[in-house]
């Protein structure tokens, strides 16, 4: 069956003149490495065809690459991919009702099936793995650029291979990845990992004032006035999320930042246990089952969430002590 869908997705690449390439709102390095990737990877292959990767961009990840500029005849006649966005509300900037056709590639479980083509891999890492799977199993020609970002990507969603969801499969890509093309892996880490000392000294706060439960549930919200003491912004919170991974009294934590130039209030939910991608759905979010993200506009909603994420870790805690 896999054979069939790489042979789908390159056939149907190679039959469009004009591709749009889009991926979730809120985008972090899996979404932009990705998208980027692969337009790049398309363009070398199809060097007269038009490839746009669009979207709102993200100044923390710019080392990524540039994004394209979204204009509406961009929806006439043309092929569009989406990348790592289960869900239709989630799809960044363009209407996915407007093209011709649409092919989705993603890592997270199924949510909306909104392509004529749909490539699901949810025990796969990232969908920078996934891309490339692809590259390697179609005639895409992949560059040493866009296989730089793609280790990233992956990189970035395994947080460096320690996460479950990283399999054999994971380690066999990268390996190939890296004979082929030659990349110094090395050289990579410093632009995903460099910050500023306003970050460490933020993050410093966070754990410092993180609420721990009874039940191993940690959380903060963060204000307003806390993001202009720090001089940071509500998504620098989220980017932080991952390092509460090993906290010997804490299995799950989340961090909630307001967004008031959006109206929103971001979550960013992590987990070394509970499952906590049901819990989400019920926000109007979700993810993996370990790592998920809601947006919330309404306070209350907040701290149901809190008390609903500290039942997730009592039930986890009694069901694991009983086994």
Known sequence: MLKNIYKDIYKTIKKYNRIVIARHIGADP??????????????????????????????????????????????????????DTPDIKRIDNVDYSRFKQIIKIDHHPLVDQYANIEWIDDKASSTSQMIIELMFNSKLKITKEAAEKLYIGVVSDTNRFLFSYTSSKTFELISKLIKKTNIDVSSLYEALYLRPIKEVKFEGYIANNMI???????????????????????????????????????????????????????????????????????????????????????????????????????IYKTTNEKT
């Open 30 to 83: 899996d979404a932009l490495a990705s998208q980027i990737a692969l337009r790049d990877t398309i363009l070398n292959t199809f060097p007269k065809k038009e490839v746009y990767a669009v979207g709102y961009p993200a100044s923390k990840f710019k080392f990524l690459g540039i994004l394209d500029k979204f204009s509406e005849e961009l929806y006439e006649n043309s092929l569009l991919i989406v990348l």
């Open 212 to 314: 721990v439960s009874e039940n191993g549930f940690a959380y903060i919200m963060i204000t307003e006035e806390i993001l202009s003491e720090f001089n940071v912004d509500s998504a620098t919170a989220g980017n932080v999320v991952n390092n509460f991974n090993y906290i010997d009294e804490v299995i799950c934590w989340a961090v909630f930042s307001i967004d008031k130039n959006n109206d929103i209030i971001r979550c960013s939910i992590r987990s070394r246990g509970p499952i906590i991608n049901e819990v989400a759905s019920h926000y109007n979010g979700g993810g993996h089952i370990y790592a998920s993200g809601v947006r919330i506009k309404d306070e209350a909603d907040v701290q149901k969430l809190i008390v609903e994420l500290d039942e997730a870790c009592s």
